[in-house]
Structures are given as structure tokens and as C-alpha cells.
């Protein structure tokens, strides 16, 4: 399969997986769409500049922003918006940084556009989680078998440990959007991820079988 014919993000950052921010971010735009984006957020709440920047790059390359503008996909997601708990009163003021989770519309919209716009990445995390178990915490060698799918996507990635935070994020991304969670200081998916498993399989590569898995501690990892 050709890189340039896969649908991926070129660059992942491991904050990136903020996705309820990205969600107030899409808000303040539909309800202050003239000034600043970054200047109003910043000044809404208690998010750094830098995490800011982070999340509008992502909208943008998930086609939710183009130039700081909604686009249509984006006014889309903005319709479906559910404000945090303390902010769901009428009149209330958009703050930044507030909102801790996502509705079960605006998982399932975020679902299908990251899936659209960042495919194999994506297919290959729900792959990973359903074969092995995937450790939160010293989980350099789950993250080297996550990149063992997608290496030829990021040539540039040339270190096994750099492979931890691009790894991470997709880990957490499949949290936010309830596909997955943690278990016993484990990733796993959940009913819903097994389900979106099970509709999307056949889109995986054969060679992925191959993959060696890591299934629980032995006492090799103890030597």
C-alpha cells in the first residue's frame, strides 16, 4: 500500500488527545467567530497557550478548522455541542478548559472523523487491543508493536522510544471516545470498540497476524 494513498495524520503530539477541549474549541469559534481564536481561549480559562495551539492544529488537520474558520464538518460537530455540567444553564459563559468529557453524539462524530481522516493509524490500535494486552505504564515494547504497523506511515520515526508518545495518544483517544479503557492498569476495549472492531476488521492488513503479541508479564520480563 502506497504511504501517499493512506489517510493519515503526518504529525501526532502527545497532548493531542484533549479532545473535549477540541470540542469547546469548535464552540468558542461558532459563538465568537471574528477575533482570535487562540487569544480568546487563552483568556477564557486556564489552558496554556501551548495546549491551545496543539488542539487548533489538530482541528485543523482533521478538517474541523481551516484558518481558524469552522468548516462545514466543523459547524457540524458544533451542533451536537453538550456544555460541561457547571456551564449548562442558559447565558452561561463558554469557559475553556472546563469540559472533562464527551456526549455519546459528539463521541460517535469525533469517532468518524478522526477514523476518516487518520485510518490505518486508528485500525491499527483497535487491532493491537484486541490481540494483547497493552500496559499503561512501562509500555515501550506495546508501543514499538503499535508502530510495527504503521512504521512505513512515519519513516522519520527512528527510535523505538519515540514511538511512545504517538502510541499513547491513539490509546487515549479510544478512551475519550469510550472505545476503550483502563483495566487493571491495562488499555482495553471496550463493548462498544469491540463492536466497531468487528465492522471495521476486514480492513486490516493479513501481515498485522503476524505481529508478535505481548499477552501478561513472564518471567523473561523479571530476568
Known sequence: METSSVRHLETVQPDWDDLPLA????????REPNADLRTLAFNRGVV???KVQHVTRLL????LLDEGELTERGRSLTEAYEP???QSHSGAKLGIGVKDSLSCTEQALLWMVIFYEHRLPMLAV???LTVETVPTTQDTPAAQRFGERIDHLYPDVDSDS????RAKVHYKW?????LAKIRSSSYVLTEIGNGVFEQVEAEYPDQWDSIQIHTGPTLSDFG
Do not use: I, K, T, Y
Not at 60 to 63: F, H, K, S
Not at 162 to 165: L, T
Open 126 to 128: 483497535l487491532h493491537q
Open 48 to 50: 496554556g497557550s501551548r
Open 162 to 165: 519515540s514511538w511512545v508518545p
Open 84 to 86: 460541561a455540567l457547571q
Open 23 to 30: 470540542c469547546e474549541l469548535l464552540e468558542l469559534r461558532r
Open 174 to 178: 479510544l478512551v475519550h471516545l469510550e
Open 60 to 63: 485543523e488537520l482533521l478538517d
